[in-house]
């Protein structure tokens, strides 16, 4: 019998090593999925590469990993915010490496990663300085830039229902990044309200199927 | 002359997006348009974290964490609204399927350039979040800001001095003196505001400028 639920979030993350690349769910603090950022904060994993679109607000969740000095790098596409005080000083420091990536381009290139994409040409940021010595190319008279996929070891994301196979629903804007995280990692783990048995989750309501997932832990 | 104040200079632009238009607003002064869109026109506004159909802001109290705007304010979906992923939030965007992006800037040159993601100053922590990506995609991509700088200098130049957000992308920017849109053969007045001549607009603003098609 599949059965990808886990009985906590420590369990879901016993096994994530040092230097890993973990992509975390979330646009601000709609559908980040705190219990298991919080676990990954208690399990000690250092030298973290993390992909977010921000890099943290406040003192919880992705601002706490910051804050505990367990990330190498961050990509990101919007990380200077009013309260993203942890991820200025250790920036400012010289603690914490940034690849700032258009936010489109960010979502593009996960996605690409769970395609199977090799590369694509975006017209996103031609003739800016974040397009500076990337391959470029003219199409049919328009300028593109050559960018590549966001692979990843782990996503770890907040779902709303999920049931035993890993089907998962969302709630409201909490969706953003999550489908397109759980398909470009490893290991997807996945943060949900409620678990539900087999058949009770609508299948045209499925929004990612069960292939793109491993772990599930209620919280 | 009368400059636009915020929101009569949000009223400016929300008279000119019609009826069925996708739109989506940038974070700050172009929210404010949202505010004044003319009741009984149907526009639905697309917001980069997934959302077509937003709403208002809700009742105190009736904040809900998992639906925000791109700004992460508290929103509501209207009837008809619907969620979706980030790839195909930027599918939209950069596809051309959104008919207008409204976007504040620092600077935008007579060719259309846009700058308004980086001062460039070199101690600056950099963010672009979807600006780029608005920039190149929407089919027809609107500016508001002051005219000036605090300082008095335009903001309208031959060059952007700041880092581009992107080349050749503005096709009409709404100040609070003037109305102009952007053409291949450079910059036409639509109009200006009460009390301000064409002549005035031109010394202010520096860089040539054609005379206006047509009055306020």
Known sequence: MIDKTVASPQNAL???PNGATIMIGG?????MPAALIDALIAQGARNLTIVNNNAGNGDTGLAAL??????RKILCSFPRQADSWHFDALYRA????????????LAERIRAAGAGIGAFYTPTAYGTRLAEGKE????DGRDYVLEYPIHADYAIIKADRADRWGNLTYRKSARNFAP??????KCTVVQV???VALGALDPEAVVTPGIFVKRVVKH | MKKRDKNELAARVARDIPEGAYVNLGIGLPTLVAEHLPKGREIILHSENGILGVGPKPAAGAEDE???NAGKEPVTLLAGGAYFHHADSFAMIRGRHLDFAILGAFQVSTAGDLANWHTGAADAIPAVGGAMDLAVGAKKVLVMMEHLTKKGESKIVERCTYPLTGARCVDRIYTDLAVIDVKPDGLHVVETVEGLSFEELQRLTGVPLKRMLTAA
Not at chain 1, 66 to 71: E, H, Q
Not at chain 1, 180 to 185: N, Y
């Open chain 1, 14 to 16: 016993a096994d994530v």
């Open chain 1, 94 to 105: 010289g603690e914490l490496a940034l690849e700032l990536v258009p936010q489109g381009t």
């Open chain 1, 193 to 195: 309200r409620e678990i």
């Open chain 1, 27 to 31: 646009f601000g603090n709609a559908g």
């Open chain 2, 66 to 68: 998992d639906l925000i």
């Open chain 1, 136 to 139: 470029t190319r003219r199409i």
């Open chain 1, 180 to 185: 397109i995280m759980a398909s470009a990692a």
């Open chain 1, 66 to 71: 910051i804050k505990a000095k367990r990330v």
